[in-house]
């Protein structure tokens, strides 16, 4: 029976010298795979419309967030300049 040693080194050898093997039973069907995926999830979210009908509820939540830190950003810089001023 082969030691652990001797069974990683025939593996490192077979993915040094044989990569190819690799690439083409598994790394290309894994990629084929994952690309269907992202198809039919990206297919099932147009055909739901779930993005085109929360698109504007999402613009004005990133408004209203952008608002709420730039009115306290300008309160912190108004503080900061009284402080610098009084000093």
């Known amino acids: 029976m082969a030691t652990p040693c001797c069974v990683d080194k025939l593996i490192e ?3 040094i010298n044989y990569r190819w093997v690799f690439v083409c039973f ?3 069907p894994a990629s084929l ?5 992202n ?4 297919w099932i ?3 739901l419309n779930s ?3 929360l698109h504007d509820r ?7 967030q952008v608002s709420n830190d ?3 950003w300008i309160k912190y810089a108004i503080q900061t300049v009284d402080n610098i001023w009084s000093l």
């Open 13 to 15: 050898y077979i993915l």
């Open 26 to 28: 598994f790394l290309l």
């Open 33 to 37: 795979l994952y690309e269907i995926y």
């Open 39 to 42: 198809y039919g999830r990206n």
């Open 45 to 47: 979210i147009v055909k």
């Open 51 to 53: 993005a085109p009908k």
């Open 58 to 64: 999402k613009v004005k939540n990133v408004q209203k």
């Open 70 to 72: 730039y009115s306290h």
